[in-house]
């Protein structure tokens, strides 16, 4: 035996590590209380950082040694001299890479660098910039990293066009940085913004180091670098069709600005002496100076949302003092003026109508999609044509099935719609985990269809039926519908939204699954209500029908509503004005 190496046990193993752990903590623990005794004493001196940054160094995620240290810092700057000051920092930062050496996604680690970036007398921005390519070729998703960028970018004014040529180094050497992908968004409306005729060339304004804001991030690529990033990103998910980060990107190349924020629609009603006015979002019209105007005078009328949850709605409703324009014999004039944009809209409600609209059309307004050139609409015809070769080697590839959909809606959303429908049941079968996100975008999508099949018809009438509808959309552009169907649906709810349709007079909605009637709020011209085989099954979900002055017919029938006890005599109590009551 002898000239063996004696092995020590687990059991000794073990307890040789815990008491080097324990004799570590108490270390760690004696110097934190030293560091908190010292900070609540208001001592700001050089033991401190040396003590705050041992501590640090094991854990950069303590952020009120972060907090301390800042403290410390600033104290120096009041005693040092700016060269002395510009060496603490260059420390410090040296110090922070030995930080994010431990943990390259510490949240405290990248703060503390950005404040002592902005605080350093001579800040050498092209080292930061290296240190994140460095960070970034080591993980090129670290969002604490390209945040941190997106900062040194703004204060080192890095020209945009540089930038994109960055993101095109990331793209080519990984189609899978997602990141990448994002910036680019960011970028190329700043670089290649839309011009506001679509058949003007190119237009690159003068290079900016401001990065985009939300504003800006709302407008659309031109359309001879929108057709260059077509070809890059199908590149992209050709060579590799699993990889979701050139799919996300593509979703955003097909998608369209937000509409001009405007007055969309203006109703007004002689019986009611109401004005419904209808926005392409939703305002704050009791903030954004909306002004009523009746045959050239001002009115001093109270503004109110369509439902009490709404401080922001797109639809907003005012009453008239009684009197003001019930006369049936006499014409009225009113405009309405949102003195913020500025813009109004007129609309006259002449003699003998009871009610009268001023509004633009969805099918003018291409409320859904962009409107598409000539060369636009080829080259996105042939991205269809790919992506369906594509599919046909990848059946079951998600991306490229929702793809396919989108590019449906881009180019045809009614002539595609049968073949929508198909996609969106495969996709159900083929991603089942999100089978609940495709059935509300194909609701939103099929909505969409049945508002530009009513605007083409121009009817009154919203009838969607059987369509398996899990949610309800753009219920802002049904304002003026008196009869809406929505039988035979997977609806579960009518939202608060439901209000905006401030001309309804009939509701279908049997054979559904809802429970909640929230939406069905005050609507003042609603009579009738069919909601046969639903899962109503309490008075309390009526409650909002109470609302509703000129109810006269509710269809209860196959409700657990009807199973309470007295409940015609309580529903005649609840809901006075009905006088045809099915249970």
């Not at 030995?98 to 660098?113: A, E, T």
């Not at 680019?184 to 679509?198: G, Q, V, W």
Request: net charge negative.
């Amino acid at each position: 035996m002898h000239g063996r190496v004696k092995v020590k046990s687990t059991a000794q193993q073990e307890e040789e590590k815990r008491k080097e752990r324990e004799k570590k903590l108490k270390i760690y623990v004696a110097a934190r209380d030293a560091c908190f005794s010292k900070r609540k004493e208001g001592i700001f001196d050089d033991e401190a950082l040396q003590i705050s940054q041992q501590l640090l160094s094991s854990n950069p995620d303590f952020a009120t040694l972060w907090n301390y240290r800042r403290e410390i810092l600033m104290h120096l700057e009041t005693v040092k001299e700016e060269d002395e000051v510009q060496k603490i920092y260059v420390a410090e930062l040296s110090f922070l890479e030995s930080c994010l050496k431990v943990n390259p996604k510490s949240y405290g680690s990248w703060h503390h660098r950005w404040w002592v970036s902005t605080r350093l007398p001579k800040p050498d921005w092209a080292r930061e910039l290296n240190l994140c390519d460095r960070c970034l070729s080591l993980d090129d998703r670290n969002f604490h990293c390209w945040d941190y960028r997106r900062m040194v970018v703004k204060m080192s004014g890095v020209p945009v066009d540089q930038e994109l040529a960055f993101t095109d180094r990331l793209i080519g050497s990984n189609f899978s940085n997602y990141s990448s992908w994002h910036y680019r968004s960011t970028l190329l409306p700043l670089l290649h913004p839309e011009s506001p005729e679509p058949t003007s060339p190119c237009h690159k304004p003068p290079q900016s180091s401001t990065p985009p804001s939300p504003q800006i991030l709302s407008h659309r690529v031109c359309e001879e670098q929108l057709l260059k990033e077509y070809e890059l990103v199908q590149n992209a998910f050709f060579t590799d069709p699993n990889d979701q980060s050139a799919w996300f990107y593509y979703r955003w190349l097909l998608g369209r600005a937000e509409r001009e924020e405007m007055i969309s629609c203006v109703y007004v009603c002689r019986d009611e002496e109401r004005v419904a006015v209808a926005f392409s979002g939703p305002v704050n019209a009791q903030a954004c100076g909306l002004l009523l105007v009746l045959d050239g005078l001002p009115q001093r009328v109270e503004w109110r949302s369509v439902h009490p949850r709404f401080k922001h709605s797109p639809v907003w409703i005012c009453d008239f003092p009684p009197g003001t324009i019930s006369d049936i014999p006499n014409e009225h004039n009113l405009t309405v003026h949102w003195t913020e944009k500025p813009t109004h809209r007129d609309c006259a409600l002449y003699t003998g109508r009871s009610e009268s609209w001023c509004r633009d059309s969805a099918t003018d307004q291409e409320l859904f999609r962009s409107e598409l050139s000539v060369e636009k609409t080829s080259v996105l015809q042939s991205e269809l044509q790919s992506c369906n070769q594509l599919q046909e080697l990848e059946p079951l590839n998600k991306w490229c099935l929702l793809t396919i959909i989108l590019l449906m809606r881009a180019l045809d959303p009614l002539g595609y719609e049968k073949e929508t429908l198909a996609h969106f049941q495969t996709l159900k079968e083929v991603d089942s985990m999100r089978s609940a996100y495709y059935s509300d975008l194909c609701s939103k999508f099929m909505i969409e269809n049945t508002i530009l099949k009513m605007e083409y018809a121009e009817v009154r009438v919203f009838s969607i039926s059987d369509k398996n509808l899990t949610t309800l959309c753009h219920l802002d552009q049904l304002l003026l519908v008196t009869h809406i169907n929505l039988s035979s649906n997977q609806l579960q709810r009518l939202p608060p939204q439901f209000a905006m349709l401030q001309c309804l007079e009939v509701l279908e909605a049997d054979n559904n699954s809802i429970e909640n009637l929230e939406g069905v709020y005050h609507l003042p011209k609603l009579e009738e209500v069919i909601l046969k085989n639903n899962k109503i099954s309490s008075l309390s979900d009526l409650q909002p029908l109470a609302s509703c002055p000129k109810l006269k017919r509710l269809d209860l029938r196959g409700n657990p509503v009807t199973q309470t006890a007295d409940v015609e005599s309580k529903l005649a109590e609840l809901l006075p004005s009905v006088t045809d009551l099915l249970l």
